[in-house]
Structure formats: structure tokens, C-alpha cells
């Protein structure tokens, strides 16, 4: 792992929930230092069972509790921007996009903003439902991978499952958010990464992982 490709790399984060809490910080302890939150919600009482916020951050706003446990463990400061609003397709002027919202109009959004930022080079889309765990990624510019999410994975049934973390716990959420940094982390050292990446809790098996 590269310490000054990562501390180059800036990424978007869009939903700081369950998933998207933990990933912030593992991004931000791996050495990302240019991070943009975006969530709406603020921490509730429910939250703190699978959500990385302390039982004080109750009330806070989600992007400010992310932020706060992001400076507080990360070795060296970081840029942090956040936006406490709901992500509705605003323009996107990071290298990485990662879409962990709970609603597919969400997802909709940030790939299309992915698509049309001169910055972002690269897509991630983490969705949890029940017991499965599907990770996307691609270059939001590439024709044959674009149209293919787009299709599959926005509008087709695929699409039909829980909303993102629906029913999860915390060990759901770890996996997803150490497989997201992965990810992160391959990108800025130009690996392969899989176009789709699934796992099935119940079974402990990897149900199906495309290139």
C-alpha cells in the first residue's frame, strides 16, 4: 500500500450509516486525507448498535460524528468537507465516489454525478440486504460496465432486495466496509478489482464475483 498515492486520493462518501461510518474511518486511518460526507440523518439511539458513533453523538448530525471520530483516530489531519443535506445529485469534485445511501434514488444520483464529474475516476457501490452483501465497482465512464450496472443493478431486479443495511449488525457491516477500503486501496494502486463482489452470510460463501 502506497502511503502518498493514498494521502493523494480524495473520495466521496454518500450515506454515513452503518456502512458508510466504519468505511470513513478506515479510510481515514489508512491515510485518506481529502474525505466529503454526505447524509442527512442524525445519529439516533438505534444507530449505535451498528454505526460507528459513541452514545454521546446522539442528536449530532451523521456527517459530524463521522468526521469527529475520523479526525480523532486518523494519524495526521484531514480535509474533511461535509455536507449534512440529502445527496440529490449535487456535482462530485473527488477521484472516488462510494453510494451507501438506502435508497436506490440515491445510487441513481451519484452515479450519474460520478459520470459527469471531470474528477471522479472511479464508482463504488456498497448495498447490504439481509444476509447479502453486494459490492459494485467500475470507472463510471467506461460504456460496456456503465451500461451494465446501470441496467442490472439500478434498474433491474437485482435492484428488488432490502434497502441498504436493512436488518444488518455490526459483523455485516465491518465486512463491507474493510472490502470497500480494499477496493479503495486497489484503485490507487492500479489492481484488478471485480466488477461485482457478493457474500452470503448464512451460507459463509461467496455467492458470485465478476472482473
Given at each position: 500500500?502506497?502511503?502518498?498515492?493514498?494521502?493523494?486520493?480524495?473520495?466521496?462518501?454518500?450515506?454515513?450509516?452503518?456502512?458508510?461510518?466504519?468505511?470513513?474511518?478506515?479510510?481515514?486511518?489508512?491515510?485518506?486525507?481529502?474525505?466529503?460526507?454526505?447524509?442527512?440523518?442524525?445519529?439516533?439511539?438505534?444507530?449505535?448498535?451498528?454505526?460507528y458513533f459513541p452514545?454521546?453523538?446522539?442528536?449530532?448530525?451523521?456527517?459530524?460524528?463521522?468526521?469527529?471520530?475520523?479526525?480523532?483516530?486518523?494519524?495526521?489531519?484531514?480535509?474533511?468537507?461535509?455536507?449534512?443535506?440529502?445527496?440529490?445529485?449535487?456535482?462530485?469534485?473527488?477521484?472516488?465516489?462510494?453510494?451507501?445511501?438506502?435508497?436506490?434514488?440515491?445510487?441513481?444520483?451519484?452515479?450519474?454525478?460520478?459520470?459527469?464529474?471531470?474528477?471522479?475516476?472511479?464508482?463504488?457501490?456498497?448495498?447490504?440486504?439481509?444476509?447479502?452483501?453486494?459490492?459494485?465497482?467500475?470507472?463510471?465512464?467506461?460504456?460496456?460496465?456503465?451500461?451494465?450496472?446501470?441496467?442490472?443493478?439500478?434498474?433491474?431486479?437485482?435492484?428488488?432486495?432490502?434497502?441498504?443495511?436493512?436488518?444488518?449488525?455490526?459483523?455485516?457491516?465491518l465486512m463491507a466496509?474493510?472490502?470497500?477500503?480494499?477496493?479503495?486501496?486497489?484503485?490507487?494502486?492500479?489492481?484488478?478489482?471485480?466488477?461485482?463482489?457478493?457474500?452470503?452470510?448464512?451460507?459463509?460463501?461467496?455467492?458470485?464475483?465478476?472482473?
Amino acid at each position: 500500500m502506497s502511503p502518498e498515492k493514498l494521502g493523494n486520493a480524495s473520495v466521496t462518501i454518500i450515506g454515513t450509516g452503518a456502512i458508510g461510518s466504519f468505511t470513513a474511518l478506515a479510510l481515514s486511518k489508512m491515510g485518506i486525507k481529502t474525505l466529503t460526507l454526505w447524509d442527512a440523518d442524525e445519529v439516533a439511539e438505534h444507530n449505535i448498535a451498528n454505526q460507528y458513533f459513541p452514545p454521546e453523538a446522539i442528536g449530532k448530525p451523521k456527517v459530524e460524528a463521522t468526521s469527529a471520530e475520523c479526525q480523532r483516530h486518523s494519524p495526521e489531519p484531514i480535509d474533511l468537507q461535509l455536507k449534512p443535506e440529502m445527496y440529490t445529485g449535487q456535482p462530485i469534485e473527488t477521484m472516488l465516489v462510494i453510494a451507501l445511501t438506502d435508497n436506490i434514488e440515491g445510487r441513481v444520483a451519484a452515479f450519474k454525478a460520478a459520470k459527469e464529474s471531470f474528477s471522479t475516476d472511479f464508482f463504488i457501490d456498497g448495498r447490504m440486504g439481509g444476509e447479502i452483501l453486494r459490492i459494485l465497482a467500475l470507472p463510471p465512464k467506461s460504456t460496456i460496465l456503465s451500461e451494465k450496472y446501470e441496467k442490472d443493478y439500478l434498474e433491474g431486479v437485482v435492484n428488488q432486495e432490502e434497502p441498504c443495511t436493512a436488518r444488518s449488525i455490526v459483523y455485516n457491516v465491518l465486512m463491507a466496509s474493510s472490502l470497500i477500503s480494499s477496493h479503495v486501496k486497489k484503485f490507487v494502486n492500479g489492481e484488478k478489482i471485480p466488477f461485482l463482489y457478493a457474500f452470503d452470510f448464512k451460507s459463509l460463501t461467496q455467492v458470485k464475483s465478476k472482473v
